[in-house]
């Protein structure tokens, strides 16, 4: 079946230490998403690709940077994880064209890395 | 002001009840909506999209009110599996990339 895989599905990491969480996708969606989800909060947009062209919520700090090396994957990089950055992390995916009916298509999102920072 | 207001619950509904979850939305020009469901510590999947003359699928009906820039979810009959946490989605015209903003969610228990 198309999907939106990530790993890990649990990762722990020291305060300081970089990590990365992984996403990848079969669903060949040009549009891919990294959304950061806190307990009890709505997801939090942090950046998305638009095929390679990469975009930056305005709020997103530097810590967080990503990659997308082809259509199929893309990383979320944490360069200095801190305690307020444990967090629930989503990918997701979409295609840029609208469907029908004039509606944007969905987005379909990825199981998740939890992220636990000690 | 947040782009998209849920009132966040909880809901607390015996087996068989029904429950209508409210959204309101800021951006008057927004295009799409949705009703996306989560599940404890899970991913958003989507639930249903909202159209504007209003939609059902089984026991789910979704209404938009574009000018009181309201959406709203009903469901009938609730199940045991029907617990868990719908987000109201909107889409941003604005965003040629169809970004969507998402309320905080309303959480939904439904017990027997």
């Known amino acids: 079946d198309a999907m939106v895989i990530q790993n890990p599905r649990y990762q722990v990491t020291q305060f300081g230490k970089p990590v990365t969480l992984s996403c990848s996708q079969t669903l060949n969606h040009n549009v891919m998403y990294w959304y950061q989800q806190k307990s009890s909060q709505a997801p939090k947009l942090l950046f998305h690709y638009y095929d390679k062209d990469f975009n930056n919520e305005a709020d997103t700090p530097d810590n967080f940077q990503s990659r997308r090396p082809n259509t199929s994957f893309c990383f979320l990089d944490i360069r200095s994880p801190g305690l307020g950055d444990a967090a629930m992390y989503l990918c997701?995916?979409?295609?840029?064209?609208?469907?029908?009916?004039?509606?944007?298509?969905?987005?379909?999102f990825g199981p998740g890395t939890r992220l636990t920072v000690l | 002001r947040k782009e998209v207001e849920q009132d966040p619950g909880p809901f607390n509904v015996p087996e068989g009840a029904t429950v209508a979850f409210n959204c309101t939305y800021s951006n008057s020009a927004s295009q799409s909506f949705f009703w996306y469901r989560q599940d404890c510590r899970k991913e958003p999947k989507l639930l249903m999209s909202?159209?504007?003359s209003g939609n059902e699928d089984g026991r789910f009906t979704a209404q938009l009110n574009r000018a009181s820039q309201y959406i709203s979810l009903l469901i009938r009959d609730s199940k045991l599996s029907d617990s868990a946490t719908y987000l109201c989605v909107v889409n941003d015209r604005g965003s040629t990339l169809g970004r969507l903003y998402f309320g905080r969610g309303t959480q939904l228990t439904v017990w027997p």
């Open positions: 909202v159209y504007s």
């Open positions: 997701a995916t979409s295609t840029s064209t609208v469907g029908s009916g004039g509606k944007w298509n969905e987005q379909f």
